[in-house]
């Protein structure tokens, strides 16, 4: 039984907002000519991605999961749809439409969907007051953010008042790469930021966590690290030894830097089995769910089979598959066996 956390979510038809404040900055759905169950995701006017049925179509999604062993998918929505480069309150309105459809989305097969929202986090207070409706009147387990908002790293103070609700109501924070830092310098084709800007973009990230504080004043917040935590892992040796040797990194979190970062969940996409064994070295089998990127061209597909790969034991093995999702996402699996 395979439970994927990273999978992507886009309805069929986005919402005109046109006569907001960005006009056509904002994402808009376009047919493609000639091929049937295709959209072009358009943005000021160029099309940014070409998506398929598989971002939309549930019955289109049981087929590739059933095709590649997939009991669950957790859906989030395509990163550049989280819009937190316009006003904050059109972002609402935006972000309200796009969880009403996953919230459809979810509910024609809750047995095999989760769903993972969007919050306006230009704003961390208009954010904190939307997650009581995100949760229940949406009926999802969470929210994905970005790394960075409009440049912040999200463990800046300023999102205090979204992590301190987003702790009390006991929600999933799914954090994903968008607009990575340095992709001024990567030298080749854009698709590069992908592989060489996302690693990065999330080390940042998850150190900024850490290193702001925050997850020693929150410290039962549910956060999960898309595309394996990047380089976060390699790092963290550097900032344990910072920690040891730098008063004013001391001053500001009284563990090291390595056991704040066994309170995060990781998603397995790093594809290869020596960064996994090193990655369960650093943090523990029982922090990683398995993440394939599904639908996009970056996924792995048949995601978790290099666990027959792994010698690690059947208790990891299962924690990793389904266990710690279920667990982290408050899902009885015993009634899905």
């Not at 704040?260 to 922090?287: E, F, H, P, R, S």
Request: glycine share 8%.
């Amino acid at each position: 039984m395979i439970v994927d956390v990273h999978t992507h979510f886009v309805p069929e038809q986005l919402p005109s907002m046109a006569d907001r404040l960005g006009g056509e900055k904002w994402p808009a759905t376009k047919c493609v000519c000639g091929k049937a169950n295709h959209k072009h995701v358009m943005i000021s006017g160029k099309n940014f991605r070409t998506i398929s049925n598989q971002c939309w179509s549930p019955q289109r999604r049981l087929s590739d999961m059933e095709q590649e062993g997939v009991k669950m998918q957790v859906l989030s929505p395509m990163p550049e749809l989280l819009s937190y480069w316009f006003k904050a309150e059109d972002t609402l309105d935006f972000s309200r439409y796009l969880n009403s459809q996953l919230s459809e989305f979810i509910q024609s097969n809750p047995d095999r969907f989760l769903g993972l929202g969007m919050l306006p986090m230009q704003d961390p207070e208009l954010a904190a007051k939307e997650i009581k409706n995100l949760r229940y009147e949406f009926g999802l387990k969470g929210v994905e953010v970005g790394t960075n908002i409009n440049g912040r790293s999200i463990g800046d103070p300023f999102f205090t008042p979204f992590f301190a609700e987003a702790e009390a109501e006991g929600i999933a924070i799914y954090i994903h790469p968008l607009h990575p830092i340095g992709n001024d310098r990567i030298i080749g084709p854009p698709s590069l930021s992908a592989l060489v800007g996302f690693p990065a973009e999330n080390a940042l990230a998850a150190t900024s966590l850490i290193t702001s504080g925050l997850l020693e004043k929150f410290p039962n917040l549910k956060i999960i690290l898309s595309h394996g935590g990047g380089n976060f892992s390699t790092t963290l040796p550097r900032l344990d030894h910072g920690w040891k040797t730098m008063d004013e990194i001391r001053r500001i979190i009284p563990k090291r830097p390595s056991e704040y970062a066994k309170m995060l969940y990781y998603d397995t996409l790093v594809y290869d089995v020596k960064t996994l064994n090193y990655l369960i070295d650093t943090v523990g089998a029982n922090q990683l769910l398995i993440g394939s990127d599904y639908p996009f061209v970056i996924r792995e597909k048949f995601p978790g089979h290099w666990l027959e790969q792994m010698e690690i034991s059947q208790e990891m093995i299962d924690a990793i598959r389904y266990k710690n999702a279920f667990q982290l996402f408050e899902v009885n699996y015993l009634n899905l066996i």
